[in-house]
């Protein structure tokens, strides 16, 4: 058995690689064409004269912006680098890496093209303002990294006032690959999610959306027990009281949960509980394994604190945990954002769908859980693999079939249609960079 110091090592070999690799590359993503050209002759159809066509068309009939341009397939990475994964306010420029990673996730995983946009502001204001003003250009919207209670205020203005979809994944993505993980682990553990005791460890914009959803699926409040930096949320924390305006979600789970009154921090919280669900700062110490010992039995842990989780897996496997996930892809159990906002985009663009929903988070939740029990669900495979085509497929179709559903789409299509372009869509993206690889235009990492 390999010792718990080659495990820690091990976990932080990514690190090194990444400062090794990320100036060898300058970077993740570039823009490269996608049209033909053969000779300075094509020019004259890509610009001028050519252009001036489409650009009356447009400006006759605005809707054919989706024909004649990549909007329908762009998006904009929006971010302040407030809240930057584990690392906290680190600046927009601090921050752009993360960005491009995540475009690159969007393009690989989804298909979808996807611009990092880090802002030098953290009003509110400015940021819905900027956002207002580059939508001509964008099929949808992707909230990045910003920090509480503003990210509210930001997602929930913008929702309503754009009439392209808006998405905050620190919110949205980590509530819905959650509610996938969650139904899976409990059905491998043989518990009912009607009578599970939920705690929730941290109540920042993942958890407080995590909430949000498991309520909008009909779970009681009363089975959840939240904590966040200062101790455990119920009705007499009066400092959350006098900033309700402010912290609005944070003071409706005061006012919604944990009817008993405890008090306390995450020991008590995880006291008896079912399941853990951490979305706090990284650890790996900030949940001993003795509180582990203190849940019920056939406990579940979601620690997914990043880039170091709130506990080592195996520490909380070795406290009687039967099923940890974590936000890793290098661990078994990935409960990451990447499952689901790839195919989510991937959906919303294809039917043109004016928002993203609860209810369409729901159905990609329910996509994901049903193609892992397809898969075969144990203890260490709650989820399918981030890298599988058909997970983003899966849920492009299911998020596009309820945006039909609710009226929401500008197109229609059928469930077989929108599996068979996602899928066609991202398998092209790969075929273009293993030929891009194989000819040497991406150049070999260095050993």
């Known amino acids: 058995m390999k010792s718990s110091g080659h495990r820690v090592t091990k976990a932080e070999q990514p690190l090194a ?109 400015e940021i819905i303002r900027a956002v207002e003003l580059i939508e001509p250009s964008f099929g949808g919207i992707n909230l990045e990294d910003i920090a509480q209670p503003r990210c509210f205020d930001v997602l929930d203005r913008l929702r309503t006032g754009l009439r392209i979809p808006v998405w905050h ?23 009912d999610i009607r009578s599970t005791r939920i705690a929730m460890i941290g109540t920042g914009a ?23 930096s200062r101790g455990i949320l119920h009705k007499r924390r009066a400092d959350i009281e006098q900033r309700q305006e402010e912290f609005a979600d944070k003071w409706r789970i005061c006012s919604a949960t944990n009817p008993d009154g405890i008090a306390g921090g995450p020991k008590e919280a995880l006291r008896g509980a079912d399941v853990c669900i951490a979305f706090s700062r990284p650890g790996p110490d900030l949940i001993a394994p003795a509180w582990i010992e203190a849940m019920a ?9 990043n880039p170091v989780p709130e506990i080592w897996p195996w520490k909380a496997q070795a406290a009687g945990a039967r099923i940890v996930a974590t936000g890793r892809s290098d661990f078994a159990n990935q409960v990451n954002n990447s499952l689901c906002f790839p195919g989510i985009f991937r959906g919303v663009l294809d039917v043109r769908a004016r ?75 790969r075929q273009a960079n293993q030929l891009l690889l194989e000819q040497g235009v991406i150049p070999p990492a260095p050993a």
Not at 70 to 83: L, M, P, Q
Not at 206 to 222: E, H, I, K, S, W
């Open 355 to 429: 928002a993203i929903t609860d209810e369409m988070a729901i159905a990609a939740a329910k996509a994901l859980a049903d193609l892992a029990e397809e898969q075969g669900m144990k203890e260490d495979h709650i989820l399918p693999g981030m890298g599988e085509i058909e997970v983003a497929a899966r849920v492009a179709a299911a998020v596009g079939v309820k945006a039909q559903d609710q009226g929401l789409a500008g197109k229609r299509l059928s469930v077989e249609e929108l599996h068979g372009k996602a899928t066609q869509t991202i398998r092209t993206v």
């Open 297 to 305: 039995e056939d406990a579940i842990v979601f620690a997914c604190a």
């Open 17 to 125: 690689e990444a400062l090794r690799l990320h100036p060898f590359y300058r970077g993740k993503i570039q823009i490269m064409p996608k049209c033909p050209i053969r000779s300075d002759a094509d020019f004259a159809v890509w610009y001028t004269p050519g252009v001036a066509a489409p650009c009356r068309a447009i400006h006759d009939t605005p809707e054919l912006v989706y024909e004649h341009t990549n909007k329908a397939n762009t998006i904009a990475i929006v971010s302040d680098g407030s809240r930057v994964l584990g690392l906290g306010d680190i600046g927009p420029e601090a921050g752009l890496p993360v960005m491009e990673g995540k475009a690159l996730l969007f393009k690989y995983l989804g298909g979808v093209d996807a611009i990092p946009l880090c802002l030098r502001t953290k009003d509110p204001e």
């Open 169 to 191: 994944d620190d919110q949205q993505g980590s509530a819905t690959v959650v509610l996938a993980g969650l139904t899976n682990a409990l059905k491998v553990v043989g518990k």
């Open 206 to 228: 993942a958890n407080v959306a995590v909430f949000r959803l498991l309520m909008a699926t009909g779970l009681d409040p009363a089975a959840i027990i939240a904590c966040d």
